[in-house]
């Protein structure tokens, strides 16, 4: 029986990595350089998540087509092996429709490169006893968390002497030792010290099946129910691009300011995912997401103080309410999202690991795409452009509310602690699967 390996959170590490260094240098060369105003930056940062919402086809281009005898390993080189040359295309490029397309290619290869870690993480998942489930998520989520908040402090110093395409070189460099790094730990013998598929000798399944598998899993009012409440909660429209553009154009924060947010943002999120493992793990989903649906919408609200000014008659530096929307919002939703994965993996079925729990995590990316074009409509309707703020605070005031709308679908939620309903669910037959 393969058992969880050190390793795998080293590649999440360097997935945080890998995630965020690009992305302040990407938004300011799109701002800056481009000249792209703000609705249509918001437009094709959402579109960015694209291909995140067909994580799904990556697992199953996994499970189905093995390389060279594996399933993950070569995956996993073949795509760092590509975010090299596009990492180095985009440094050299200038045009912004080449850019775009570049920046799109990237997203789509990180995403496939995700799928294969999560479905590692998947299979160790399910070899832990039930008094530590969510553990080895737990130490991924932290490790992934830990890279980006490398990333996000060391992107913006990087940004106060380099350019933005000297930042897509160095990424390009990242993901070529990581390429040359599992080659080195993943493709070491037949079977690999991480837990690979390919190791446990289970017959797999035609494409088919999965996919009725997956169709079968998602029945279960336990999974489908809490997937339905995640999207509607995060679905919700965000005005995270235009409080970008206000930083950056009225507030004239420097790329070192914007990164220290970025670190204080990804620091808080390691600090929920270990809070999450010591003090709620146990809690019953419906209280737990009450409080985080309820914190969410006061602590979104805050960014109304900064774009007011109230701060500065307060004596109070901006910086000190730069954390705002969607900093406050991606850590809670971070947190939201742990005890939906621990179910998801938990109900995993051997040979479609990486089609069911991606399947899973795209419902989430949808919801995040439908809020980035949403926010970019409203961005529009509310006349926010990158030199004029002046409905800023209504758009922001609305975003917030719309994420109260959430409380209404708490009924969705089935009762019960995530333990609880793990163990329910492992008591029903799977007989399809």
Not at 371 to 378: N, R, V
Request: charged share 10%; hydrophobic share 50%.
């Amino acid at each position: 029986m393969a058992r969880p390996q050190p390793l795998l959170p080293v590649f999440y590490f360097a997935l945080g990595i890998q995630l965020q260094l690009p992305e302040l240098a990407a938004s300011l060369y799109l701002l800056r350089d481009l000249q792209m105003d703000v609705a249509t930056l918001a437009a094709f940062e959402a579109t960015l998540i694209l291909p995140w919402c067909l994580k799904p086809v990556f697992g199953l281009v996994s499970d189905t087509f093995p390389l060279c005898g594996r399933r993950r390993a070569p995956y996993i080189i073949l795509g760092n092996l590509v975010l090299t040359a596009t990492w180095t295309a985009l440094a050299g490029s200038s045009n912004a429709a080449t850019a775009q397309a570049l920046l799109m290619l990237a997203s789509t290869t990180t995403c496939g490169i995700d799928v294969m870690y999560d479905s590692l993480l998947v299979e160790a998942a399910q070899h832990e006893p039930d008094t530590d489930h969510g553990t080895i998520q737990s130490k991924c989520w932290g490790a992934r968390a830990a890279g980006a908040l490398v990333a996000a402090l060391g992107g913006g110093l990087l940004l106060q002497v380099l350019t933005s395409r000297s930042v897509f070189g160095l990424c390009a460099c990242v993901a070529a030792a990581v390429a040359v790094f599992a080659g080195g730990t993943l493709c070491v013998g037949r079977a690999t010290h991480l837990p690979a598929a390919a190791a446990t000798h289970v017959p797999r399944p035609s494409c088919g099946a999965r996919v009725c598998a997956i169709y079968t899993a998602f029945r279960q009012p336990s999974l489908w129910r809490p997937a339905l409440f995640v999207f509607l909660f995060a679905a919700t429209p965000s005005s995270g691009d235009a409080m970008f553009a206000f930083l950056v154009r009225d507030l004239h924060f420097s790329p070192q300011t914007l990164g220290m947010l970025g670190f204080i943002r990804h620091g808080a999120m390691l600090l929920g995912t270990g809070l999450f493992q010591r003090c709620w793990r146990f809690t019953p989903y419906r209280r737990f997401f009450a409080v985080v649906v309820v914190v969410s919408a006061l602590l979104g609200a805050t960014p109304v103080v900064l774009v007011s000014h109230w701060n500065q008659q307060w004596g109070i530096p901006n910086a000190f309410f730069a954390a705002g929307d969607d900093l406050f919002l991606s850590v809670l939703g971070s947190i939201a999202l742990m005890p939906c994965l621990v179910l998801a993996a938990k109900l995993c079925p051997p040979g479609v690991e990486a089609s069911l729990y991606a399947t899973f995590v795209s419902v989430l990316n949808f919801a995040g795409l439908v809020s980035g074009y949403g926010g970019a409509l409203l961005t529009r309707a509310y006349g926010v452009t990158r030199d004029d703020f002046t409905h800023l605070v209504p758009l922001v005031l609305t975003c917030t509310a719309s994420s109260l709308v959430a409380l209404c679908a708490l009924p969705l939620l089935p009762r019960g602690s995530v333990k609880e309903l793990a163990h329910r669910t492992r008591t029903v037959e799977l007989s399809s699967l």
